[in-house]
């Protein structure tokens, strides 16, 4: 595979955004012992990065992000347009394609040795300590509360998040048994 | 082609350009964190709101938009009242009143196409970079075109899952769902590559 993106990577790179879009058609669910609800929409940046690769599943998730704020409702609650990227949470939503590749340079990484533990390690790693890296100083400095403040309010989160973790490396282990992936990526 | 947010009308905004309207947004948005005088930030948020009901969306769809970042703005108003001031909390409420309802005009008033080229335009410059706009723009028409496939894709699965009483088991949704998109690229990427549009 050369350098540069392929005709295949770019058909990989648009289906996955639609994925992602897909996927946030999976609605919110509530699980009793958390304050919010869980959106899917995390779910399909780890998956991202774990099962396409660093370079195209961040592509993807950039694109994704890109539809959004060209105007189309893909946000999960059918959310989009510019104004997302003007309100306090933007930053979360630019830490996305850095999350997936993160999650995929890891995974590409330690291929030969991946199971669902490590994708639920990887997945973890990008899609809740890179988003929460980014997401959380961007909202302390555009709403101007302190890092503690804007932390302490993204901390209900992280529950809901650990188990999209989780729900991401059963699915992604399960792909990587029964699908050839990773072979097409180098 | 009316997809997305677009809002058809004939407004002034809707008449301006696309370059001009993100450019002015992008403009506002720093003016808005950089003017130090409260006063002109609070006189904003009306102006902003004015501008909003200017391009004729109907005041129901101008409710569904805005509940969800109304809520946002109401919690991060509380935690300046809680650990802040109440004159801090209300400018960065205010602030962020007038770029949202701003950029919703913007959205509302450009089709996505519009907002596609735009891209592709501005991309331009990077091409020394190796960037290629016109492969962005086909990224972006591809996945365009496959989101409503997928989604009844998705529909299809959810049914059939729901037959065997696993309509609410994500990983039964999902795992099928990727499995057919990856099948679904490796078929059209073959398609593309075999009548020789390998780029």
Redesign the interface.
């Known amino acids: 595979m050369s350098q540069?993106?392929?005709?295949?990577d770019?058909?990989?790179?648009?289906?996955?955004?639609?994925?992602m879009?897909?996927?946030n058609?999976?609605p919110a669910?509530q699980v009793g012992f958390l304050p919010v609800p869980i959106t899917?929409q995390t779910?399909g940046v780890m998956?991202a990065g774990a099962?396409i690769g660093a370079k195209r599943g961040a592509?993807a998730i950039l694109?994704?992000v890109?539809?959004v704020?060209?105007?189309?409702?893909?946000l999960s609650?059918g959310?989009?347009?510019?104004?997302?990227?003007?309100?306090?949470?933007a930053g979360f939503i630019i830490a996305w394609p850095f999350a997936a590749y993160v999650t995929g340079w890891l995974t590409e990484k330690n291929w030969h040795r991946m199971n669902a533990v490590w994708f639920f390690i990887f997945a973890a790693i990008g899609g809740i300590g890179v988003v929460y890296l980014i997401g959380i100083p961007w909202l302390a400095m555009?709403?101007?509360?302190?890092l503690f403040?804007a932390a302490m309010?993204s901390l209900i989160f992280v529950p809901g998040d650990l188990i999209k973790a989780a729900?991401a490396a059963?699915?992604a282990e399960?792909?990587r048994r029964?699908?050839p992936?990773m072979q097409a990526a180098r | 082609m009316t997809?997305?947010?677009?809002h058809p009308s004939r407004s002034p905004l809707h008449r301006a350009r696309a370059g001009a309207k993100?450019a002015g947004?992008l403009v506002l948005?720093l003016a808005l964190?950089l003017v130090p005088s409260g006063i002109a930030v609070f006189a904003s948020v009306p102006l902003a709101f004015a501008i909003y009901l200017s391009t004729g969306v109907p005041f129901r769809s101008l409710m569904t938009?805005l509940r969800?970042?109304a809520i946002?703005?109401g919690?991060?108003f509380a935690?300046?009242l809680v650990?802040?001031t109440v004159a801090?909390g209300a400018?960065?409420v205010a602030r962020?009143a007038t770029?949202?309802?701003?950029?919703?005009a913007?959205?509302?008033t450009?089709?996505?196409s519009e907002?596609?080229e735009l891209?592709e335009w501005l991309l331009g410059p990077l091409r020394p970079l190796?960037v290629?706009p016109e492969?962005v723009g086909?990224?972006?028409a591809?996945?365009?075109r496959?989101?409503p496939?997928?989604?009844e894709?998705?529909r299809l699965i959810r049914e059939a899952q729901a037959a065997r009483g696993l309509a609410?088991n994500?990983?039964a949704?999902?795992?099928p769902?990727?499995?057919r998109?990856?099948?679904?690229?490796d078929e059209?990427?073959d398609a593309?590559?075999a009548r020789g549009?390998?780029?």
């Open positions: 540069d993106v392929s005709t295949r770019i058909v990989y790179i648009a289906l996955f955004a639609a994925l879009a897909a996927i058609l999976v669910f899917a779910l998956l099962l592509l694109l994704f890109l539809l704020a060209l105007g189309l409702p893909l609650g959310h989009g347009g510019l104004s997302v990227f003007f309100g306090p949470t555009v709403a101007k509360l302190s403040d309010g729900v059963v699915i399960t792909v029964s699908y992936l | 997809i997305g947010l677009y993100v947004l948005s964190f938009q969800g970042p946002l703005l919690i991060i935690f300046h650990f802040g801090e400018l960065a962020f770029l949202i309802l701003l950029a919703s913007v959205t509302l450009t089709p996505v907002m596609a891209v190796g290629n492969k086909l990224s972006i591809l996945a365009i496959f989101v496939l997928i989604a894709e998705f609410a994500p990983l949704l999902i795992v769902l990727v499995i998109t990856l099948k679904s690229a059209l990427a593309i590559e549009y390998e780029a």
